[in-house]
């Protein structure tokens, strides 16, 4: 008997519309139960790629968010921290203007000062340690291609003393400059001192007469219409001789004809090379040469180069038609200061400047003073501890040189220490003496020599900059003051 095989056409029909239904049963289950409309390539493909491509942005933009709270947490750390040294720097304010009270004793501002000084450390050490995530937010290094750029410790780095410059100075005791050790009473150091008339001169006018003045101190020298014709040339010399020749017409001058008073004291003057006239001094009675008698106390001394300084003024008038040109230095020079006798210890040196000083920022020390130089117009008032070089000289020019430093020296003159007083010897040499009744001992050259110094300019604080030319990125840049660097 043969084999039938029957086939159930519409079972096998049902079951595959079966198998449909339940896989777009299952589809929109798996929609529902997700809530994409999108879930593989099969539901939709171009939409699975633009449903992809906004699912990454937007995940980059919540990234993104992210980071910028972060940025906003990193701000106000360092905001934090900001405040806290404002609120310090304020602080410092308020006890600054605390110890100018006038109530207080050196007590009670060294106790204000610990406590700047203590806020002055807070200060710094913010600066070093605030970070956030290990990240230094105010010590500058912030925002560094660090694999580009290392940067040295600025917290360490300190301003580096300028060059000694001692050998710019000829000290006493060489090149035949003055030394005195304290060793040995001390005798009378009677003053004198000589101006030059320089280049002035008059031209000759039509009539009436050149009139001259020169004031020293509280004397005024004055030159009448007998002394120099307006109808005649007169250079310096000529100038020079007719103060000398009309003596009689002086102002508060001595008892003895010849002497000119400053103050309570005599002095003679006579010609001093071609242009100068040299102011002596002769004595607290007019006597042509000081007496005996004419001894003067320290008080008088201080008195006498008080009034002698280191200036001279001059008032000139042409006569009628004519003219004046030419100036003077207004620097006496030249000048031994008064000195008191003293029956006790008193050291002293002269100090030879040179011109290679001239620059501004070099310095001079003596004893517990340091004495800057800086650039002057000539009319600003300096710092206490500043001495001027006038902006007019040239000092490329040696004329203008000699010029400079008499400038300086007149400066310093007027200077003193806690240990010594400052004078004049001449337009480029100093003199320092121990004061009265100081108790240093200064027995030896090289004790007295070690009391004076002079450095250049100190360096500015730094820091080191190592930079990986490897590691450079097109954008990185560098601040230095106030340029910006930029790598292209």
């Not at 308020?94 to 806020?119: H, I, P």
């Not at 004291?265 to 000081?290: I, M």
């Not at 006790?344 to 003596?366: F, V, Y």
Request: a negative charge; hydrophobic letters at 35%; proline letters at 1%.
């Amino acid at each position: 008997m043969g084999m039938v095989v029957r086939t159930n056409t519409m079972a096998l029909n049902a079951y595959r519309q079966l198998g449909m239904n339940n896989s777009a049963v299952s589809k929109s289950l798996e929609k529902l139960s997700s809530g994409f409309r999108i879930n593989r390539a099969g539901d939709d493909a171009a939409g699975l790629a633009i449903s992809e491509k906004m699912k990454a942005q937007i995940t980059g933009l919540e990234t993104a968010s992210s980071n910028a709270q972060d940025g906003i947490s990193l701000i106000q750390t360092a905001e934090g921290n900001l405040n806290e040294v404002h609120s310090m720097l304020n602080r410092m304010v308020e006890l600054a203007t605390k110890s100018a009270n006038g109530t207080y004793t050196s007590t009670e501002r060294d106790a204000l000062q610990d406590e700047v000084n203590a806020l002055l450390d807070e200060v710094n050490r913010i600066s070093q340690s605030a970070n956030f995530n290990g990240t230094k937010l105010l010590d500058g290094t912030m925002g560094l291609n660090k694999e580009a750029f290392t940067v040295g410790d600025t917290g360490a780095v300190a301003a580096a003393p300028g060059a000694d410059l001692t050998d710019k100075l000829t000290l006493g005791d060489t090149a035949g400059t003055d030394m005195h050790l304290g060793t040995a009473s001390v005798a009378q150091g009677n003053p004198s001192f000589t101006i030059d008339l320089g280049d002035i001169a008059f031209k000759a006018g039509t009539g009436g007469n050149h009139t001259f003045d020169i004031t020293v101190g509280g004397a005024k020298l004055e030159v009448s219409a007998t002394g120099l014709d307006g109808t005649k040339d007169a250079d310096a010399k000529a100038i020079r001789d007719a103060i000398i020749a009309n003596k009689a017409a002086w102002t508060g001058r001595g008892k003895v004809g010849g002497n000119v008073k400053i103050g309570d004291f005599d002095f003679k003057v006579e010609a001093d090379g071609d242009t100068g006239l040299k102011f002596t001094y002769a004595g607290l009675n007019a006597n042509t040469t000081p007496a005996a008698t004419d001894v003067f106390t320290s008080a008088q001394a201080d008195t006498l180069n008080g009034l002698l300084g280191n200036k001279f003024t001059v008032n000139k008038t042409a006569g009628t038609g004519g003219s004046v040109t030419g100036d003077v230095i207004h620097t006496t020079m030249n000048v031994d200061k008064a000195v008191a006798k003293v029956d006790g210890d008193r050291a002293g040196m002269e100090i030879q400047l040179s011109a290679d000083l001239l620059a501004a920022g070099n310095s001079i020390t003596i004893d517990d003073k340091t004495f800057t130089f800086v650039e002057w117009d000539g009319k600003s008032t300096l710092g206490e501890n500043e001495i001027g070089i006038n902006k007019k000289y040239d000092l490329t020019q040696t004329a203008d040189q000699t010029k400079a430093l008499h400038d300086v020296v007149d400066q310093l003159s007027h200077k003193e220490t806690t240990n010594f007083e400052i004078g004049v010897k001449d337009g480029t040499t100093i003199a320092i003496d121990q004061k009265v009744g100081n108790t240093q001992v200064y027995d030896t050259k090289e004790k007295l020599h070690a009391v004076v110094s002079a450095s250049g300019a100190g360096t500015s604080a730094a820091t080191s900059l190592g930079i990986k030319a490897d590691k450079l990125v097109a954008g990185d840049s560098i601040k230095v003051g106030d340029k910006t660097y930029t790598f292209g």
